[in-house]
């Protein structure tokens, strides 16, 4: 009989020691509730979470329904507030119908695994968000994982392939903050005869015609092979996700999800903040052609003082760090002065560069915009 090691956890000192070494440490830095830094590193698009109509809407909704969904929305976690939200989604982003999960994450898992299986066929973009490439895993299906944005590698593994299958792509992704090309992936789909799903979480409030998202904009709203995934996280200001697509697939994810089924329903705060933010969005259609704009301008003063960005298609905005550990010290130089950036290094970057990611958001005013592109080319490191 072996001996049995004394500590089962002995193994994590020394993967954090090469953590360390790598410089791919990991930290938690609470936030402040008040005057923090000029915040370019979250994901509030459309500066609408601490909103008053949709703070004020949480609230409400926490006083009427309950802290939490108290259960499955299969058994009493389903409120009038989550039909509404659904109905308000699916009929904002043009689809026939909703289902409202418990996160973005929550509602990748449950498309992915429920439009596949086994002997299914599963075309993933290599760029694509890990909560697809988890749903790809989960599905048991078979997963060719094709070249980014490359509407031919798809084309060619469908071609492969005989029975069910399901093209997967982010519509922005979240690291270049660039657009997958949807029209010409919905024609190779539609070739083959496999389905399109699409997350829409970096689209939706920022594409698209009054910010309904990356396939509205590219004509596949309410399209019979197209299905959508967002998250309430982002433009919405709020927590959760959701599925929009057809009635027969959103019928079908309500019966066999397991991330739906298996999960607690949205909080009721959760789900009146969402519903109360696309409510602002609808009266206030300008805000994505803000934040768009933001980002442009944003983009416009790195590239014009020398630095490595992509141009945005929507409102992230990616520069080029010369090295993981310099893109940690530039992302903490920035926050020294007041300026919170977001840092993607490896693993989180598919090609290993590293990169300062910033957000834009709608309700920056220029004084701020032009503080943020100051302070990160004041402090951009040799190299960059
Ligand atoms: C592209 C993409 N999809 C899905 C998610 C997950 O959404 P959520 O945070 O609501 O779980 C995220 C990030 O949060 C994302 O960036």
Redesign the pocket.
């Known amino acids: 009989m072996p001996v049995p090691p004394k500590d089962p956890f002995g193994w994590l000192d020394a993967a954090a020691e090469q953590r360390r070494r790598d410089g791919l440490t990991r930290t938690l830095r609470p936030r402040p509730a008040d005057a923090g830094p000029l915040d370019l590193a979250g994901?509030d698009y459309l500066g609408l979470t601490r909103h008053p109509a949709v703070t004020a809407a949480a609230a409400d909704a926490a006083h009427r329904w309950g802290a939490g969904a108290t259960g499955s929305r299969l058994v009493t976690g389903s409120t009038a507030l989550h039909a509404e939200l659904e109905a308000a989604l699916a009929e904002f982003c043009g689809f026939e119908a909703a289902l409202v999960l418990s996160?973005?994450?929550?509602?990748?898992l449950a498309a992915v695994t429920a439009l596949t299986g086994p002997g299914g066929l599963v075309v993933s973009d290599a760029a694509n968000?890990a909560?697809?490439i988890d749903g790809c895993r989960l599905s048991r299906a078979d997963t060719a994982v094709v070249a980014h944005a490359d509407p031919d590698a798809v084309r060619k593994a469908l071609d492969a392939h005989q029975g069910r299958a399901v093209a997967v792509t982010?519509s922005v992704f979240?690291v270049d903050g660039d657009a997958a090309p949807l029209p010409a992936l919905a024609a190779a789909c539609r070739a083959h005869g496999a389905a399109l799903l699409v997350?829409d979480?970096?689209g939706l409030g920022v594409l698209g015609d009054g910010g309904r998202g990356g396939p509205y904009a590219a004509g596949l709203a309410g399209a019979y092979d197209t299905v959508v995934?967002v998250?309430?996280?982002?433009s919405l200001g709020s927590?959760?996700?959701a599925v929009l697509g057809p009635r027969r697939v959103i019928e079908h994810l309500l019966n066999t999800a397991r991330t739906f089924i298996f999960d607690t329903g949205l909080a009721p705060a959760a789900t009146g903040a969402a519903l109360a933010a696309l409510e602002v969005l609808r009266a206030e259609p300008g805000r994505p052609a803000r934040v768009r704009d933001v980002a442009a301008e944003l983009h416009r003063r790195f590239t014009a003082a020398g630095l490595t960005a992509r141009e945005p298609d929507a409102a992230v905005v990616s520069v080029r760090a010369p090295y993981p550990e310099a893109a940690v010290r530039w992302a903490a130089d920035c926050r020294a002065e007041g300026v919170a950036v977001g840092c993607f290094r490896p693993p989180s970057v598919p090609d290993g560069v590293s990169r300062l990611r910033l957000t834009a958001r709608a309700d920056l005013g220029p004084d701020e915009v032009r503080r943020a592109a100051d302070t990160v080319l004041r402090t951009a490191p040799p190299g960059a």
């Open positions: 994901n996160s973005g994450y929550a509602a990748n968000h909560s697809l982010d979240s997350d979480a970096h995934t998250t309430l996280s982002k927590q959760g996700g």
